[in-house]
DNA sequence: ATATAGAGACAGACCTGTCTGTGTAGGAGA
DNA sequence: TCTCCTACACAGACAGGTCTGTCTCTATAT
């Protein structure tokens, strides 16, 4: 038997592949404790024992759905073309305002996820922190680039402003949200 | 027998008191899913019939919840002395500071519950939306007699501050919080 | 005497996680 | 080409626990 085939590589099952698509549906759509188990895999059209044969418990398939969430995210700020740090951050900014007019926003995915755990050793709350992590550093690498006195600050500020406008976009009005995040940045970014 | 003798008044009665007492640690701490009647009844020492006659079902727990700690926070803001318009903004945006360096901080409350009840038409989610319509009222009314010149675009933005930087109390690190809201309520307003 | 509330059994649904059994597709060897 | 074997996944019963909500019975206090 070769235990590197490609069978092995956990991308290759179609199964687990819909499983965590469902998950995510699911998941974000109703809340994560209010999502069972049984509706996520008949949905998914997959048996319960080959559910628990790619994910251990649940907990761990919540994990995979944030760790995918942050990945995506990352991706799409990876694939931003290079430019002034200035225009990258409204750029990275701009993102919210993309998510939220597309319709069905349902809050922050990790926001209310970490609502829902409030132990904050958890492996769910950690990959969430690992987000937040890598938010406030992409932010601040570039305003430290764009001059700001103090970037660490400002970066804070931002994911704030993150936070909140997506909040805000769930609860208020999301056709706001778009002048919101314009005029939010502006305010926030140190004048020259 | 008097329909409208002093004990049929809700805040007559201890047992409710304690109902809903518990019920909000319990909400606050463990998620209002992850908080079951069963453990809410225990520790408050009430038995389940006493739980059903003063609330017709969870939800409307649930409710009462939400509805007595908006309650709390507008009479907060209503006894804080007359000042001018910018300074009782800075008072009210300096209660996320308050709240949060007192340690225990798990969010928002509103947010929070937001994030379980996906139904925008739910008693619950329009208890919330009541909240977050006076807040912004309250911001906006302040602006505009400060002579702001688009007081419900500031009012939405120190909304959604405030939404993230509580939830950055939760998430990051609580003690920077109050620097954060000074310097983002000094970098929002407009300059004059 | 009547209102109030404590204690707890109970129903029916749903939760996560384990289990057995069945079907199928693809590669290896003759 | 035919057959066997293995990996994978589907179907679903089941256990043990928890959920909300209803019920009966008992105790207390005014």
Known sequence: MNQISPRNSPEASPARRRLLDT?????????????????IIAEAGVAKATFYKHFPSKDELVVAYIEE????????????????????????MGRISEAVVAGGWRGCPFLNA????????????????????????????????????????TASLL????????????????????????????RLLERR
């Not at 998950?23 to 509706?39: N, P, S």
């Not at 132990?119 to 305003?143: C, E, F, G, Q």
């Open 23 to 39: 998950a995510t549906r699911l998941f974000y759509e109703l809340g994560i404790h209010a999502a069972g188990i049984d509706r």
């Open 114 to 153: 970490a609502a829902e755990y409030p132990d904050p050793t958890s492996p769910v709350r950690r990959a969430i922190d690992a987000r937040r992590v890598w938010y406030h550093n992409s932010l601040r690498k570039l305003l430290a680039e764009d001059g700001d006195p103090a970037p660490s600050v």
């Open 159 to 186: 994911v704030a402003l993150s936070d909140g406008l997506l909040e805000s976009a769930y609860l208020d009005d999301p056709e706001k949200i778009p002048a919101l995040v314009q005029e939010g940045v502006d």
């Open 69 to 92: 969430q942050d990945r995506l995210g990352r991706e799409a700020v990876a694939t931003l073309p290079k430019q002034p740090p200035r225009e990258s951050i409204a750029a990275i």
